[in-house]
């Protein structure tokens, strides 16, 4: 998702008009961020990364996956840490199988509308110490 | 997402998702049962009950039988971290560093009953170990601090050999499983039921061309929603998923089953193997790390 616009449809809907609206223009986004990560399970805090905060993206794609085992399987979900609760959350697709591989933005979507600065980690079902890239 | 054309796409969607959500609240009195406010509901549970076939925790092929299979996921992953931090304390170092552990469910095999319930995202909370690591005095947590990584490295590694060895048992045979559960998506009775998916969805309110396109638009919604409203959003949001993903689930679930039987036919000794092994496996390992399977209820 691109931030400059769901911030703009936010304003929006919190001013809660009733005015006719249209698709406006949008400045020209930055780049994307990706970052590798290994999953979770005993990683600890090694695979750990923040949401960009100077990226356009708002999302946390999976764009590339390889299992440790060599199983060229595995089931992965985006965890983000909630600072103001002092928890973490798993995101709503909750575990989504992929096969080892590079995939384009928005084909796995772990997590959407992440906050600039949110903690997050991937969480694999088997083998933690999978090779994600994320781009965020 | 990142490509201008998705950029595009995601303008429109933005504008067109703004004003749905300005005509609702330009419509008082509109008729749309998932978006009203969601009734407090009491937080999910455990349960420490079995399924009759143990298989069943290892090949789920229906949304609640997926319970057994979380609970299992976050049992053996316990295991790991009573491994890991006994393996501290008894070097005198602190125990690796792990975000806590969650009951999480699978894309494609939804729990809409769980989810109609409680959300998306929300679940029973993992139980502690009855059994855990004492705390470290002072002193040697001082000391701990000062250790060096690779006391940690050695300690999270004795965690997921332990994993490991629980786990080698029945992942083989589950990752055969899911691999096929996922190919489903492509099955030409699923795809027509999901083809109607975005339809039931913008009648609730909610536009997304595909599944994934809705989590998107329910981690949206529950993104802006003040701390006071969130978890009736998401039970607004989990009711609207459960009531369009039914006819999915109508078509997927009976084809998952009839997948599972044949699965078990072109695997019997895997089979057998596990339904004699698994469940006196897991009892051993509750009574050695001090743990106890629970599983995730509605």
Redesign the interface.
Known sequence: MQKALAAGALALVSAATCLVLAPAASAAPDACTTVTLKTGGNEGVGGTANKSSTSSCSDLNLVYAHDAAGDGYDAYAGRLYHSSTGSWKTCDAGYIGVLDGSYAVDRYVLCTDVSDGTKFTVASKYDSGDTVKITH | ???PA??RR???R??A???V??LA??SAGADEPDSAPAAPVTPARLTHTLPKDPLTMVLPATGAETRWTQGL?VFV?QV??VT?AACARDRGTEP?????L?Y?????VPDLAFVARHG??E?AEVPRPTASPRPLPAPRRAAARTARSGSVRNC?DE??AA?AAL?DTY??LQ?QW??Q??ALRRDPAVARALAALPGCLAGRGVPARDE?AF??R???R???AG?AELPAVERS?GRTYATCMRPVEAVREPARLRLRDRFLTAHPDEAYELRGTLVPTLHTAERRYGLRLSFPAP
């Open positions: 997402m990142t490509r998705a950029r995601f303008a429109v933005a504008a998702a703004a004003a959500l300005l609240a330009c996921d992953q790991g971290r890991a690796p560093a792990a975000v806590p969650a999480i469910r699978f894309f494609d998306l995202s679940s999270a965690g997921t994993v786990r992942a083989p990752r899911l691999t559960v996922a994934m989590m998107a329910a981690e949206e529950e993104s802006t701390p949001m």
